[in-house]
């Protein structure tokens, strides 16, 4: 298993770089890559052209995001009142705390404080509680997979290497979780599947290199 883990991605090298200034001063150890994107992304637009991705080993994810809170619980104290934030209603502001990992700190600091202001607050058990919860319901496996299966097995069997693709991704792709966790994206049924497609579409695919080789010959 990789010792870093990919903890973030900007599109904004400022944001990029803060980032990396604050682990810097706080001794946390991590790795990042760098990829244009340009080549999806509209050509014209050269404010999206990188993916600065953030790096880390799972045990600093929680203290990382803990630094992060405190220092974003500063910014908020000169916020301008114009921010979007202070439209929100009471729902919506306590659905981005239920939902922090959508969300930058600052707006999630900010929500909890617009709540404070209008007499609703949270304890830490409760936000803690929010966040168990919020990982359990990420770390439920994606269902409904039976048309990439059944593609899958289409495209092993006739095509060979697009069904290893579809394969392989079925079963070993991962997500990553807010705490560092590492949990598989689909069933054990669809990634049983994935194992049956990808055994499939290597051995058809190496009927066909083989198939040509004689040909050639």
């Known amino acids: 298993m990789e010792d870093f883990i990919k903890y973030q991605s900007y599109n904004v090298e400022s944001d990029f770089q803060e980032v990396i200034e604050i682990l810097k001063l706080n001794n946390i150890n991590y790795k990042t890559e760098d990829y244009p994107i340009n080549f999806i992304a509209d050509p014209s637009n050269t404010s999206f052209s990188h993916e600065y ?3 880390l080993e799972k045990e600093s994810f929680l203290k990382v995001e803990e630094i992060l809170e405190d220092i974003s619980k500063n910014q908020i104290q000169d916020v301008e009142k114009d921010y979007y934030l202070f439209e929100y209603s009471n729902d919506e502001l306590i659905d981005i705390i239920k939902h922090q990992d959508e969300w930058n700190k600052f707006d999630v600091s900010l929500a909890k404080k617009i709540l404070r202001d209008r007499g609703i607050e949270f304890s830490k058990e409760e936000i803690t509680q929010f966040k168990f919860e ?3 319901k990420l770390s439920e496996a994606e ?7 059944i593609l899958g097995y289409i495209f092993s069997i006739f095509g060979g290497l697009f069904g290893i693709l579809i394969g392989w991704h079925l ?3 991962k997500r990553i979780l807010p705490n560092g966790e590492q949990v598989f994206d689909y069933s054990e049924k669809d990634r049983k599947h994935g194992k049956r ?3 499939i579409g290597i051995v058809v695919f190496t009927i066909e290199i083989v198939l040509r080789l004689i040909e050639i010959i």
């Open 171 to 173: 079963e070993n792709h």
């Open 134 to 136: 919020r990982i359990h």
């Open 143 to 149: 269902k409904g997979q039976n048309m990439w299966v």
């Open 53 to 55: 991705v953030v790096k």
């Open 197 to 199: 497609i990808l055994q």
